[in-house]
């Protein structure tokens, strides 16, 4: 597609239930990232994704969340058990990586996650 | 580990002053730089890019960023600003052994005053 889309665009859910949460990266970026932005903070890296593997994945911030790539292109990031502070902007970038150059992010306008 | 810091976390300027934003990282090895704006609403996009080269680099709407690799710092500027700059701003730099992981700075929000 023409840019990074991501759904659903707001959610709110129970404190306790499960969500997922999709993004479709730029055709031909082999790398897909999750942040999270709370608010009045910066962007706290989750995982990140080069073709279907994730290697590095340091910034889960429990065994709660996981997330996971299919055929290079789509990835979930899932939540289990939804805490109220996992409250938060959740974005999905993609970019083109050629070499040791990074060629910048293309973000989606993200998801906004309410646990109620 | 490595980390990006912002030092200005709220900046208010009046239209046509000039605008520079700080930006130092922590890490020593080969770096990518980067600063993204987010406007009002609106998702992160990115302003301009460093990777090697002439440390004086040109982005879009007239923003600039130099990198200086003794200081460690890759800070923004804009001669005139204008109210439309109103947006928070995102530096970030990408270990580039590490792959394409970026470490963002906590951001600087811009209040421009017409």
């Known amino acids: 597609g023409a840019g990074v889309s991501q759904s659903p665009s707001n959610k709110v859910t129970e404190k306790g239930k499960d969500v997922e949460l999709r993004c479709d990266p730029i055709?031909?970026?082999?790398?897909l990232y999750w942040y999270r932005q709370s608010l009045g903070q910066g962007l706290e890296f989750l995982i990140y994704f080069q073709g279907n593997s994730a290697p590095d994945k340091s910034g889960l911030p429990s065994d709660r969340f996981s997330a996971e790539r299919t055929g290079g292109s789509v990835s979930t990031l899932t939540i289990q058990r939804t805490q109220q502070e996992d409250s938060a902007v959740y974005l999905c970038?993609?970019?083109?990586?050629?070499?040791?150059?990074?060629?910048?992010?293309?973000f989606g306008s993200g998801t906004r996650l309410t646990v109620v | 580990a490595q980390s990006v810091s912002q030092h200005n976390h709220h900046v208010i300027l009046s239209e046509a002053a000039s605008l520079e934003l700080g930006c130092n990282y922590s890490y020593g090895g080969t770096v990518n730089l980067f600063w993204y704006v987010q406007y009002p609403g609106q998702h992160l996009q990115l302003l301009l890019k460093?990777?090697?080269?002439?440390?004086l680099v040109k982005g879009i709407k007239g923003f600039e960023a130099e990198f200086i690799k003794s200081k460690f710092s890759f800070n923004l500027r804009k001669p005139s600003v204008q109210w439309s700059d109103t947006a928070e701003y995102f530096c970030?730099?990408?270990?580039?052994?590490?792959?394409?992981?970026?470490?963002f700075g906590q951001g600087t929000e811009l209040s421009v005053k017409p």
């Open positions: 055709s031909g970026h082999t790398a």
């Open positions: 460093y990777f090697s080269g002439d440390p």
């Open positions: 970030a730099v990408n270990d580039e052994k590490k792959g394409g992981k970026l470490i």
């Open positions: 970038a993609s970019s083109l990586l050629r070499g040791r150059d990074n060629y910048g992010y293309t």
